[in-house]
Structures are given as structure tokens and as C-alpha cells.
């Protein structure tokens, strides 16, 4: 099909740039920062994103990049509109629920709280878990081996990411998080039982 079917990066751009905007507007009223990642550590998980949202945002690549990995499909086009709004929409209910305790690096902030409602309960980084879908549907949407790389490589720095808030969080709250860790799964929901475990 011609690329004048697909309103690939008009509708799908909007998407993002809605979640863009939300991010920032709520970034405002967060809490004082107590502690916080290195600048090494930060660069580490920041450098790969950027990278990788230039991969699935831009056609500046090289032509080679631009391969298709299967033939345009309007079934896969929604399914990966589909995935951006579901991912979205829950890193965005991980955010609400998050609160003032949210930062776009790893810190500890001034009175910090270990969320466990909404998609806590279900997910310990549902803000990943959010993006990762997000980011997958976009890959799906496109088609390309520049889409399949910018995904690889952003899943790969939040994941690296959310090993360092991990250990933070570990350090903040050793009494309460062990049990969070060993009841609720780290990314995908309903991966593993919920148990008993001693606090």
C-alpha cells in the first residue's frame, strides 16, 4: 500500500507528543530531591533513549535502516495504535498514582513514599511497563529495522534503569520493599504468584 494510507506519523506523533506534554505539566509540582543517581548512571540510561526514540522518530538513518521487517498492514498499523494507547494510558494511571514522588531520574525524594495502589499492586514499574508497550506499538506501526532497533534499544536502558531504582529503593525501604519484590512482578502483570513472604 502507499505510504498516503498510513497517517503513521501524524496520528502516532500526536500520540506521543500528548504524552509529552502531560509528563511535563506534571513534572512541576514534584517533591524535593533527597537523593539522587550519579551523572554517570543518569547518562548511561539517557543517552540510549535518546538514541532510540531518534531511531523510531526520524528517517535520518541511512537507507538500509529503513528495510521493512513485514509489508504494510492496516491490521498491524491499529494494533500498534492500539498498543500506544493502552501504554500510555497506563504509564499515565502509574503517574497519577505516583504523585509527587515522581522523578524522570533515580532519586529519593524528601519524605518518600513506596506506592502500592493502582498499577503498583499489579506491576512494580508500571511507568516501564507503560513505555515498553508504548514503545513496542510504535515498532509494530512502522515496520522498519530503524523501529525494531530504537525499541531494542530503549527497552534495554529502562531496563538498565530500572535495576539502579531497584537497589534505591531497596536502601530506602528495607523492611517493606522485599515483600513488595517477592509478591508483585517487576514488569508484566500476572507473571508470577503472589505469596506470603516474611516482612
Known amino acids: 500500500m502507499p505510504d498516503h494510507h498510513f497517517p ?4 502516532i506523533g500526536l500520540l506521543w507528543l500528548a504524552w509529552i506534554l502531560y509528563w511535563g505539566i506534571s513534572a512541576v509540582d514534584a517533591k524535593r530531591t533527597q537523593r539522587r543517581e550519579s551523572r554517570a548512571s543518569r547518562a548511561a540510561h539517557v543517552l540510549p533513549l535518546v538514541i532510540g526514540a531518534g531511531l523510531l522518530g526520524w528517517h535520518v538513518w541511512g537507507q538500509w535502516l529503513e528495510q521493512r521487517l513485514w509489508p504494510r498492514s492496516l491490521s ?9 494507547v493502552a501504554g500510555l494510558a497506563f504509564a499515565i494511571w502509574a503517574r497519577m498514582h505516583l504523585g509527587r514522588n515522581w522523578s524522570g531520574s533515580v532519586t529519593v525524594k524528601e519524605a518518600h513514599e513506596l506506592i502500592r495502589s493502582g498499577p503498583y499492586g499489579w506491576v512494580r514499574h508500571p511507568i516501564y511497563t507503560g513505555l515498553i508497550s508504548a514503545v513496542l506499538g ?13 525499541f531494542l534499544i530503549i527497552a534495554l536502558a529502562l531496563l538498565r534503569k530500572l535495576r539502579t531504582e531497584e537497589r534505591f529503593m531497596q536502601e530506602t525501604f528495607p523492611d517493606e520493599y522485599p515483600h513488595y519484590r517477592a509478591t508483585v512482578p517487576a514488569l508484566i502483570p500476572l507473571t508470577a504468584l503472589r505469596r506470603s513472604a516474611p516482612r
Not at 8 to 11: A, N
Not at 76 to 84: C, E, K, P, R, S
Request: hydrophobic share 60%; charged share 10%; no cysteine.
Open 8 to 11: 503513521y506519523r501524524s496520528l
Open 138 to 150: 510504535t515498532a509494530i506501526a512502522s515496520g522498519t529495522l530503524r523501529a525494531a532497533l530504537g
Open 76 to 84: 498491524l498499523y491499529w494494533l500498534g495504535v492500539a498498543l500506544i
